[in-house]
């Protein structure tokens, strides 16, 4: 398939300029094509990743990508999708912003093949050099206000009432299609790909290369993300599933995905994945003939780590979920271990109720909260609901002693199948 063809399959597509004409382009020659990204946090998260990994598709077929760092427009924020204005960062924080960014992105493009790499630019290199009396003259002037009143991103804004638009954002959309001038000019770049909340600023930049250079640029844009139950991709209770392991562990980036909707799982695999048509087909079946066994989620959540945190990693975050499954902990890492402490309830022990004699079970079992009484303790126990340290116990009379500890700090314990309190000696 050829790249219009591959992005068309996976549902890629939400809307694009002249089809025809982009389609005769893309199969007469590699394409040079850019994605832009405002740089207002120090890493990626997964909510960025369509448009980047669209980059990544459109590389590995021949073409040549540019992720486009917003150094500048990333000092004023895009309205685009927003209820109300971003907080305005300073050139040293969005420095240091692309800065971490740069190193994400090598495992999303690569920047080494000698046929075709990709390019990390900053717009703050073309944008900042201009005065504010050169900008109105030069790129101002080919926009009617009529016009960018008309584009929904900024009608949505001005349309609320309590936040309105500024007019510095209002603004963005000339630098976004002064971006798009700029690298036609400078790098013959004829394509832009965003979100299809991008599709006014895409075609602000198309009709500004068609007005200063008589040139035929494209745009296409790619779908926003919702969840089959209505809410926005990539946030989790605990806010946004970030790339940076520091940010959002491996652990948690794994479950993340392994925890998809059965609704979306086929669906995300062709988003996001690189797996063929054969093989995601294949998923699919399995998906339909046997949703319980999971094979899709686990295709999806292992492709993913695997894309942004390596083999290694992934394998670590299998066994930390094998382990709120009852897997063997024999052999785990702490750091492993410790990824699913905060996925879990916990509670401290002093370590000296653990020494000598130790603390009966029940004990332990009434003050982790997973029992109410020692008599309901027991009865767990006996009737061999009660693991400790995913090994099951059936004496009543078992004591917890500091050689139980895992790592010399924890014990796990879990009453019936899910539920899970680690306690921490200190």
């Not at 994605?35 to 369509?50: K, R």
């Not at 750091?335 to 079970?361: H, M, Q, R, W, Y």
Request: with cysteine; glycine share 8%.
């Amino acid at each position: 398939m050829n790249i219009y063809e591959e992005l068309e399959w996976r549902g890629l597509i939400a809307d694009c300029t002249d089809k025809e004409e982009l389609l005769k382009r893309l199969g007469s020659a590699p394409i040079t094509l850019y994605a832009g990204f405002d740089p207002t946090s120090d890493s990626l998260h997964v909510g960025n990743l369509v448009p980047l990994l669209g980059l990544r598709r459109f590389q590995l077929l021949g073409h040549h990508p540019i992720a486009l760092a917003g150094g500048a427009t990333g000092s004023i924020g895009d309205p685009s999708g927003k209820t109300a204005e971003r907080q305005l960062l300073t050139k040293e924080v969005l420095d240091a912003n692309i800065a971490s960014v740069k190193e994400q992105l090598r495992k999303l493009l690569d920047f080494d093949t000698k046929s075709n790499p990709a390019r990390l630019l900053d717009n703050a290199a073309w944008i900042a050099p201009i005065s504010y009396l050169e900008f109105l003259r030069d790129i101002g002037k080919h926009f009617s206000v009529n016009m960018m009143v008309a584009k929904e991103s900024v009608r949505a804004r001005m349309e609320d009432r309590d936040s309105g638009i500024s007019y510095t954002e209002f603004s963005y959309m000339l630098l976004q299609a002064f971006d798009f001038y700029h690298l036609r000019k400078e790098t013959n770049c004829e394509l832009q790909i965003g979100g299809s909340d991008q599709w006014g600023n895409i075609t602000a930049g198309t009709d500004l290369c068609r007005k200063k250079l008589s040139a035929h640029v494209f745009g296409l844009t790619l779908p926003l993300i919702t969840n089959a139950d209505g809410s926005k991709f990539g946030k989790s209770v605990a806010g946004a599933i970030w790339l940076d392991p520091k940010k959002t562990s491996v652990y948690r980036f794994y479950q993340f995905w392994i925890r998809t909707d059965d609704r979306d799982v086929v669906r995300y695999l062709k988003y996001f994945t690189f797996l063929t048509r054969e093989e995601i087909e294949a998923l699919e079946k399995q998906h339909t003939e046997n949703p319980g066994a999971r094979e899709a989620h686990k295709a999806l959540a292992k492709a993913m780590t695997d894309l942004i945190h390596g083999p290694q990693a992934t394998t670590e975050a299998i066994r930390a979920s094998e382990i709120l499954f009852g897997g063997e902990l024999s052999g785990i890492s702490e750091s492993t271990f410790n990824d699913i402490v905060g996925e879990v309830p916990t509670k401290d022990i002093e370590k000296s109720k653990l020494e000598g004699a130790g603390i009966p079970l029940v004990e332990l079992l009434v003050h982790s909260g997973l029992t109410p009484s020692k008599g309901q303790a027991r009865k767990d126990i006996e009737g061999g609901g009660v693991n400790l340290n995913n090994v099951r116990e059936a004496n009543f009379q078992r004591a917890v002693l500091t050689s139980d500890l895992l790592f010399g700090k924890y014990l796990l314990l879990r009453k019936g199948k899910r539920n899970y309190v680690v306690i921490t000696a200190r």
